[in-house]
């Protein structure tokens, strides 16, 4: 709690001196999760209440579905309270600002946390991505006064707050990369109250900023190349780089390492049927690791929920190591620890991270690593590259590579094995 407040005090010291843009990871650590680590960064909660803070004029928030309550999930958990906490800071926002939600068109879902935001004058739209492209809105942003934003795998959900390990980044004074968000949020407010997709989009939706000509910027007093990319491509207006174009760019940039922290893996469409084999990114790694000896760590959970058929796919890739070859691919499963208290949270006790970070760029996104999330599910994602700065200052890329390697080296960490899978899976 201590650690927190200093990191609030510094925050908000930040914030009301710095004229620049700067960035900040980040977490929430699931109560009871401990690190023998010094890494560690803001909690979510903490970032979102920073925001709520800041905002003046008006807070947009993309998201998947609304679960903060205790009586939204039949539970009576005392660590639903940060939930609980920003659903009343928003409503009392909703009086005050201009506050507008997007959300996945719900179908079974609970609604009370939208009916509250609507009651105080909030505005809602519902999308309704099952029609537009059989997938979901499984994008997680807020902006914040077209200045704040923020991105990252924590849906609006109190277990994503205190049950569930969660990474994002928030980026404060940056007017141009929130503006460039906000094209991706106002196209899903458009599709909210649309009967199909665009093609061509309008250009007010179009983008100067990709994986060519990304946003150049000093970003922590760093000069930085940044860009926003979104999925599903039919939801990409003329600019706008996909989000598996940023995956396969960004892995095939990479010159030294590839470290990948995803709660789901699977070179398959996974919701589709008939079955289809998906190997776009599967390839991307066997490629960059054969060709040019990559190293390649990939960070995956294990939980109730987790798929055998992961496993099977996961161990063909583990599988690419030889080091007299100088081939390098590994894998570890990521296990939350939960006591019988915990255990009876559904839905909770999981590593939902959805990043990579290689010696050029961190990726921050909000989708599992499976076909669906690049076909036909919404998401979106921030890249950022640092590296040709020269700076003495700590890169988003060398904070982000710290949290992976705090991770894969944990005692929550354990080799792919049959023992792991009988224990944990």
């Known amino acids: ?8 005090t510094w925050l908000l010291s930040l914030l009301s001196s710095s004229p620049g ?8 650590i699931p109560e009871g999760l ?21 905002a003046r004029s008006s807070v947009d928030i993309a998201s998947f579905y609304w679960t903060l309550t205790n009586k939204d999930t039949n539970t009576s958990e005392p660590t639903a309270s940060q939930g609980e906490d920003v659903l009343k800071r928003l409503a009392e926002l909703s009086r ?33 991505m099952k029609k537009l492209t059989s997938g979901v809105l499984h994008t997680k942003f807020w902006l914040v006064d077209r200045k704040h934003l923020y991105i990252g795998s924590a849906n609006m959900d109190w277990r994503s707050l205190t049950q569930v390990k969660e990474l994002g980044a928030v980026v404060y ?55 926003l990319s979104s999925s599903p491509p039919s939801f990409c207006a003329s600019g706008r780089t996909s989000d598996l174009q940023s995956i396969l760019g960004v892995i095939a940039d990479a010159d030294r390492f590839v470290y990948i922290a995803v709660m789901n893996y699977q070179p398959t469409m996974e919701f589709s049927h008939p079955k289809r084999y998906w190997a776009d990114i599967d390839t991307q790694l066997r490629r960059v690791a054969y060709e040019r000896r990559v190293k390649v760590r990939l960070l995956i959970s294990c939980w109730d929920h987790s798929q055998p058929l992961m496993f099977s796919f996961l161990r063909s890739l583990a599988s690419v190591y030889e080091p007299m070859s ?3 691919v590994q894998v570890r ?23 990579m970070v290689t010696d050029k760029v961190a990726y921050i996104g909000t989708s599992n690593w499976s076909g669906d999330y690049f076909v036909n599910t919404a998401g979106s994602a921030l890249v950022v590259n640092q590296t040709e700065s020269g700076s003495s200052e700590p890169t988003v890329q060398s904070q982000l590579k710290a949290v992976f390697e705090r991770d894969w080296f944990s005692n ?14």
């Not at 929550?412 to 899976?425: D, I, K, M, Q, R």
């Open 96 to 128: 005050a600002l201009k506050v507008r939600v997007a959300v996945n068109a719900p179908e079974k879902q609970p609604q009370d946390d939208l009916q509250l935001l609507r009651s105080s004058g909030a505005d809602v739209r519902t999308v309704d």
């Open 326 to 328: 100088k081939l390098d």
């Open 173 to 227: 004074n940056c007017s141009c990369l929130a503006a460039d968000l906000e094209k991706i949020f106002e196209a899903y407010w458009y599709l909210g109250g649309a009967q199909s997709i665009p093609s061509p989009w309008p250009s007010r939706f179009s983008t100067a900023f990709n994986k060519e000509t990304p946003l150049q910027l000093p970003l922590n007093n760093t000069p930085a190349s940044v860009y």
């Open 21 to 28: 843009a700067f960035l900040v990871l980040v977490e929430s």
């Open 1 to 8: 709690w201590t650690r927190s407040l200093n990191q609030t």
């Open 34 to 54: 401990e690190f023998n680590s010094s890494t560690t960064h803001p909690s979510i909660y903490q970032a979102w209440i920073n925001l709520m803070k800041e």
């Open 333 to 355: 499963l990521f296990v939350v620890p939960s006591n019988p208290r915990q255990k009876q949270i559904p839905f909770a006790r999981v590593n939902h991270n959805k990043y």
């Open 412 to 425: 929550h960490s354990t080799p792919l094995s049959p023992e792991a899978l009988e224990a944990f899976c």
